[in-house]
């Protein structure tokens, strides 16, 4: 490809600006703007015709109807649309209008060239406003999930920004039992609160099963904080609404989305948080984190750590105990989906280990049990059998019956690799 006759046929076209001269030829140098090249293909021609330099003014390009004259307003116009929303990331997507694209093609089939040959205008568009943006902002491009996404539509003139979700990492521990994870909207009145024009009896008139829950006690003030529209909570995995959960934790991620800010002192989120809880459930390890942390904590398999308080239908010995809870350490338990959960799961067995079991026998029909096993293990029904679903059972293996009365989560353990790795958070 002879650049110069590729100028001269461009230019027998009508005319045509720097910006889309230079588009042409976009691969056959670096460090140049479209608009560079152009200018220099066209001082280049006039050289080698011995002829007078032409200057094309933008306004009159026949290819992007001036378009390429407006990189400077257009960024202004996004930076206006994302208002006062605090962001260090961004991308620019174009809606090209069909004619300009049509007169991009059909400058390069009049030129010789490929369809594929140079730059498209949209790719320079993108990037000579992104470039601006920049600028007026000091916030840097990027095209993995930026914290704000711009989008220009040349063809009726509007510049839109989608702002993208924000996350905090960290993890709770459960203080008081009956408190569930997520809101538990009455199934009686589907959340309403209303049964006809009465209050709904069996929540009171609340629309809520639990009057509290993890989720209220935190998402909340963390979108308060950050200025969102809604938060969403991400739980590791969920205990029994009346568990308690102790120890070190368990790992949740909150979804912010559109905030206005993305920086925000944590220690004093996780203060907030812990003062509006009142006891019922604190947080710990508060982290700003990445979108792929969702995933991580949701896809987290890890094995649990549990104390049960448990009531016998029979008096049962030490040896007893002793010689059932050797039976389960290490055993491989298949559970069929309890009776208590076959409403929202569905029905097929599971197989789930025994890592570690220990119990203490604290009168002859009570004992307190440990349990250290799989993700997904079931440890009421791993205590009770649930009426033969869960195949080897303490009450199984000690012949009566097995309630438990009280349960605690002690830890959710990580996996091999370090949970909290430093690539899903940022600064």
């Not at 209008?97 to 369809?115: D, F, S, Y």
């Not at 709904?200 to 639990?210: A, E, F, I, P």
């Not at 006891?279 to 398999?301: F, P, S």
């Not at 649930?386 to 009280?406: M, Q, W």
Request: proline share 4%; with cysteine.
């Amino acid at each position: 490809m002879n650049v110069l006759e590729v100028a001269a046929d461009a230019a027998a076209t009508g005319p045509v600006c720097d910006a889309c001269l230079g588009r042409l030829v976009a691969d056959r140098s670096f460090g140049l703007s479209n608009a560079e090249r152009g200018r220099s293909l066209r001082v280049a021609n006039a050289l080698a015709d011995d002829a007078d330099f032409d200057p094309v003014e933008t306004a009159d390009c026949w290819v992007c109807e001036g378009h390429c004259a407006a990189f400077d307003e257009w960024a202004e116009r996004a930076v206006e649309a994302v208002g006062d929303v605090d962001f260090s990331t961004y991308n620019v997507g174009t809606r090209t209008p069909p004619l300009i694209e049509e007169n991009e093609a059909l400058l390069r089939e009049e030129c010789g060239l490929e369809a594929d040959a140079g730059e498209p205008f949209k790719s320079e568009f993108n990037r000579e406003v992104g470039k601006r943006v920049g600028r007026l902002t000091d916030a840097e491009v990027s095209f993995d999930r930026p914290h704000v996404q711009f989008t220009l539509n040349l063809e009726d003139g509007t510049a839109g920004a989608k702002v993208n979700s924000t996350f905090v990492y960290g993890r709770y521990r459960k203080l008081e039992r009956d408190i569930p994870q997520t809101e538990w909207p009455c199934r009686e009145c589907d959340g309403s609160g209303r049964q006809g024009r009465q209050p709904c009896d069996h929540c009171d008139g609340t629309g809520y099963l639990y009057p509290h829950s993890v989720e209220e006690l935190t998402a909340p003030v963390v979108e308060d904080v950050l200025g969102g529209t809604q938060a969403t909570f991400h739980g590791a995995g969920r205990e029994d609404v009346d568990a308690l959960m102790l120890g070190t934790g368990r790992p949740f991620v909150i979804e912010v989305e559109e905030p206005q800010r993305r920086r925000t002192d944590v220690e004093r989120l996780q203060a907030d948080i812990n003062a509006f809880a009142e006891g019922k459930i604190e947080v710990e390890g508060l982290r700003l984190a990445t979108y792929e942390m969702v995933e991580r904590v949701k896809r987290h398999d890890a094995s649990k750590r549990y104390r049960a308080r448990v009531e016998f239908g029979a008096d049962v010995s030490e040896a007893d105990l002793a010689a059932a809870v050797d039976a389960l350490e290490g055993a491989t338990i298949e559970q069929y989906t309890p009776n208590r959960v076959d409403h929202r799961r569905a029905n097929l067995t599971r197989e789930r280990d025994v890592y570690e079991m220990t119990a203490e026998l604290e009168g002859p029909r009570e004992a307190t049990v440990e349990v250290h096993g799989a993700g997904g293990l079931y440890i009421k029904e791993l205590i009770s059998g649930d009426e033969g679903r869960t195949e080897p059972s303490l009450a199984g293996e000690l012949g009566v019956e097995a309630v438990v009365t009280a349960l605690d989560v002690l830890a959710v353990e990580g996996e091999d690799e370090p949970f909290e790795d430093a690539e899903f958070f940022r600064d």
